[in-house]
C-alpha cells in the first residue's frame, strides 16, 4: 500500500469534472489578475514590504484549495494565492494585509502573505521554511481530541523547504500519528535562486514517501486536470483515513521569488520544457478547445476579475492605515501579565 | 507525608487532565514510561490516550502543540531536558510568541523544560535557558523555586492563554520538599520575600534561592540581615517587589545559574540602575555562572555555579563598597 505512483491525466468528459475545471480555471484567473495588481501595486511603490506571485503555480494551488471543504485546515506558502481565494480567503483580505489596512486579519502588524484566520481554518504561515507542517499536524491532533471526523489538513511547500529540519520531523510526526495530513510540494525548480541540483540528490522528492511510509503522488504541476485530479484523490484518501499523502508536482516559477527578483539565474533551457508552459494558457486553452467556454466568456471573466480587484483595491486605499498612539503594544492574550515595559 | 517538587509537577498535570478535557501532555517516553524524570508516572495509564509519546523532534513537538492550541487544546509539552528545547527554538520564539500578536488569537502552550546543573550533567544535560525565552515578546516564563510554587504556577501555566516556559529545576526535583501542596497561592507576575532582611537585597530565582537563603543564614551568623527576593517568574518580572526591597535595603545582589551575558541578571541590575539609582548605596552587583560551557565533573560544576559559598562572599564585598 505504501508506495510511490506517478499518476497521469485522465480525460476529463463527465459533467462533475467539466464543472470543476471551468471552476478552477476561473479562480486560477482572478489569482492571476490579483497578482498582476500587486506587481503593479509594487512597482508603483504602494506596497510596503515584498511581493510574492503564484505565477505558474495557479493549477497545483488552487487545486489544493479545492480539494478541501469547510472544517478543513489550509496552511498555504507564498506562492498559493489560488489555493487562499479557492479556500474561500476574501480579495479583501489580501488586499488589506498588502497595502497595510488595519482593518485586514493581521491589522498591518503583519503583511504580504503573512495572513490567515486561524479560526476558519487558514493558518497565517512563517517564514522559517517547513514551519506550518507540524502546526497542521496539531489541528488535526487538535482535532481527533475532540472527536472531530474526516477534516483534512494540507499545507504546501517548494522543493527547497523539504531540505528543512521542520519537513523532515513533521512529515514522520504525521505518519507516526497517522494524520491526514496532504503535503503538496512544488518543485518549481528553484529555491530563490539555488537550483533544485544544490538542494537534493534524490532522483525524485516522491521517492522521499515511502521512506516516511506515506503515500506518494507524482505528477506535472501546469496540468490542471492532472492537479485537479491527483490532489483530490490525495485528499479523499486522507479524508477517508489514509493517512499522510506527499503530492510532488513539477513546475516552473514564471516569476522572480519576489518581485524585487529579475530571475535572471533561471536557465533559458528550463523555459522551453513542457512542465514550464504556463498552466493558466494551457487550460485557458483547454477550456476553449473543448468548447466549455467561449473566448467571449473568458474574456467577461477576466474583466469581471479585473473590476473585483479594482473595487478591492479601491476601497482599501481608502482605508485607515496603523496608528502607532492608538497600537496597545502588547504582545500578550493575558493582559494582566504584560509588564509594558518597553526599555524606555 | 511530604511531597516533593518532582512529584508536586506530576501532581499539577494530573490535576490539569482531570479538570479540563483540553488538556493533554506531548513529549518523549511520556506515556507507559512516564517520562525520564517520572514526572508523568501513571498519567497515561490514568489519562489514557492523553499522554502520548512523541518521536524525537522537538521542533514538530512544539509546532503540534501550537496547532493544537489553535484548534482549542490546552497541550503540555515535556522537553526531556531543557537543553534539548533548542531544537524547538524556532516555533516557540517565532511562531508560538508572535502568535497572538499577528493573529488576535491565543495559542495557550504549556513547555515544560527540565533545566539547572545537577552533578554529572555536563554541557548538554544543564543548562538554564530562560533569558533566550525571556527575550522574545509574547512569552511567560516561569522559573518556580519551591514545592508549592512547582504546583501551583504549574496549574496557572496551564490556565495562562499565552505560551508559558516553565522552568523547573533539576536540582530541586528529589531534594525539595513539602508537607503538602497548597490550596492556594501568590498570582503569577509577582516576586516573593523569601526572607526579610535590611542589610542587603539578594534577588534570586529557582535553585539559586535555596543558595541565597544558604547564605543568608551564614551572614545572619555575622549579623548581617539580608533580604531574599525570589523572582518566581522572570518574564513578567517584578520590578515593584525588588524595587521596593532595594529601597529598604540600599544594596543589591542579583544571583543566576545562567551565564553572564545578557540574562535575568543583568535585567534586573538595568533596571534598578535605571529607574532606582536614587535608593542604591552600592553599585549592584551579580554574581552567574561562568561564562564557559557547564562541565561535567562534580568539582568543576561546583565551581562553575554560583553557590551559598560564592554568593555569600559576594554579599561580603558588597557590604564593603
Known amino acids: 500500500m505504501v508506495q510511490s505512483v506517478v499518476e497521469r491525466s485522465v480525460p476529463v468528459e463527465d459533467a462533475p469534472l467539466r464543472a470543476e475545471y471551468i471552476k478552477a480555471f476561473r479562480g486560477m484567473l482572478l489569482a492571476r489578475v490579483l497578482d498582476d495588481k500587486f506587481a503593479s501595486l509594487y512597482r508603483g511603490g504602494k506596497i510596503h514590504g515584498g511581493v510574492y506571485l503564484g505565477r505558474g503555480q495557479e493549477a497545483l494551488s488552487v487545486s489544493v484549495g479545492l480539494a478541501l471543504r469547510p472544517g478543513d485546515v489550509f496552511a498555504p506558502l507564498i506562492r498559493d494565492g489560488a489555493g487562499r481565494l479557492a479556500f474561500g480567503e476574501s480579495i479583501l483580505d489580501a488586499v488589506r494585509t498588502y497595502l497595510g489596512s488595519v482593518l485586514g486579519p493581521m491589522r498591518a502588524r503583519d503583511g504580504n502573505v503573512h495572513r490567515g484566520r486561524p479560526l476558519t481554518g487558514l493558518l497565517p504561515m512563517l517564514s522559517h521554511l517547513g514551519a506550518m507542517v507540524p502546526v497542521v499536524n496539531g489541528v488535526l491532533l487538535g482535532h481527533r481530541f475532540k472527536g472531530i471526523r474526516e477534516t483534512v489538513g494540507a499545507t504546501c511547500l517548494g522543493e527547497g523547504g523539504t531540505s528543512t529540519g521542520a519537513f523532515h520531523e513533521a512529515l514522520n510526526q504525521a505518519a507516526v500519528e497517522q494524520l491526514p495530513l496532504v503535503l503538496v510540494i512544488a518543485n518549481n525548480q528553484y529555491a530563490y535562486s539555488t537550483p533544485s541540483s544544490r538542494q537534493f540528490a534524490c532522483h525524485s522528492l516522491v521517492d522521499k514517501a515511502i521512506g516516511y511510509g506515506v503515500r506518494g503522488h507524482s505528477l506535472e504541476g501546469n496540468d490542471l486536470e492532472a492537479c485537479l485530479t491527483v490532489v483530490g484523490d490525495a485528499v479523499a484518501r486522507a479524508r477517508r483515513g489514509e493517512g499522510p499523502q506527499l503530492v510532488v508536482a513539477r513546475l516552473l516559477r514564471l516569476c522572480g521569488h519576489g518581485e524585487h527578483d529579475d530571475a535572471s539565474y533561471i536557465d533559458p533551457a528550463l523555459k522551453s520544457a513542457p512542465f514550464a508552459r504556463d498552466c493558466l494558457r494551457l487550460a485557458e486553452e483547454r477550456v476553449l478547445a473543448a468548447g466549455w467556454m467561449s473566448p467571449r466568456e473568458v474574456e467577461l471573466w477576466r474583466a469581471e476579475c479585473v473590476q473585483k480587484v479594482e473595487e478591492a483595491v479601491a476601497q482599501v486605499q481608502r482605508e485607515p492605515g496603523p496608528d502607532p498612539y492608538a497600537e496597545d503594544w502588547c504582545a500578550l492574550a493575558s493582559r494582566h501579565l504584560s509588564e509594558g515595559y518597553h526599555g524606555a | ?321
Open chain 2, 1 to 321: 507525608m511530604s511531597i516533593t517538587y518532582l512529584e508536586a509537577i506530576r501532581a499539577a498535570q494530573g490535576k490539569a487532565l482531570a479538570d479540563d478535557p483540553r488538556v493533554f501532555i506531548y513529549g518523549q517516553d511520556v506515556g507507559a514510561f512516564g517520562g525520564a524524570f517520572k514526572a508523568t508516572k501513571n498519567l497515561s495509564q490514568e489519562f489514557p490516550g492523553r499522554v502520548l509519546d512523541a518521536p524525537i523532534s522537538e521542533d514538530a513537538i512544539v509546532g503540534a502543540a501550537i496547532g493544537a492550541a489553535v484548534a482549542g487544546m490546552r497541550p503540555i509539552v515535556e522537553m526531556q531536558f531543557a537543553d534539548f528545547s533548542t531544537i524547538g527554538f524556532n516555533q516557540i520564539v517565532n511562531h508560538a510568541g508572535a502568535y497572538h500578536w499577528r493573529t488576535n488569537v491565543p495559542c495557550p502552550i504549556t513547555i515544560r523544560l527540565p533545566g539547572g546543573g545537577t552533578s554529572g550533567g555536563g554541557p548538554f544535560h544543564s543548562q538554564s535557558l530562560e533569558a533566550i525565552y525571556a527575550h522574545f515578546p509574547g512569552v511567560v516564563v516561569m522559573t518556580p523555586a519551591t514545592v508549592e510554587d512547582a504546583y501551583s504556577m504549574l496549574l496557572d501555566a496551564v490556565a495562562i492563554d499565552d505560551p508559558v516556559i516553565f522552568f523547573e529545576h533539576k536540582f530541586l526535583y528529589y531534594h525539595l520538599k513539602a508537607e503538602k501542596l497548597p490550596t492556594e497561592a501568590m498570582p503569577t507576575g509577582k516576586a516573593r520575600i523569601a526572607r526579610p532582611g535590611r542589610d542587603m537585597t539578594i534577588v534570586a530565582y529557582s535553585a539559586m534561592v535555596h543558595e541565597a537563603l544558604a547564605a543568608a543564614e551564614e551572614l545572619a551568623a555575622e549579623r548581617v540581615e539580608i533580604e531574599v527576593v525570589d523572582l518566581r517568574t522572570v518574564k513578567p518580572l517584578d520590578t515593584d517587589t525588588i524595587m521596593a526591597s532595594v529601597a529598604r535595603t540600599g544594596r543589591l545582589l542579583c544571583v543566576g545559574e545562567a551565564w553572564p551575558y545578557g540574562g535575568v541578571t543583568a535585567e534586573v541590575l538595568a533596571r534598578v540602575a535605571t529607574e532606582g539609582f536614587d535608593l542604591l548605596d552600592a553599585p549592584p552587583q551579580r554574581l552567574n555562572a561562568k561564562d564557559t560551557p557547564v562541565p561535567y565533573h562534580p568539582t568543576l560544576w561546583a565551581a562553575h555555579r554560583p553557590t551559598a559559598r560564592s554568593i555569600a562572599v559576594a554579599a561580603r564585598n558588597l557590604l564593603r563598597l
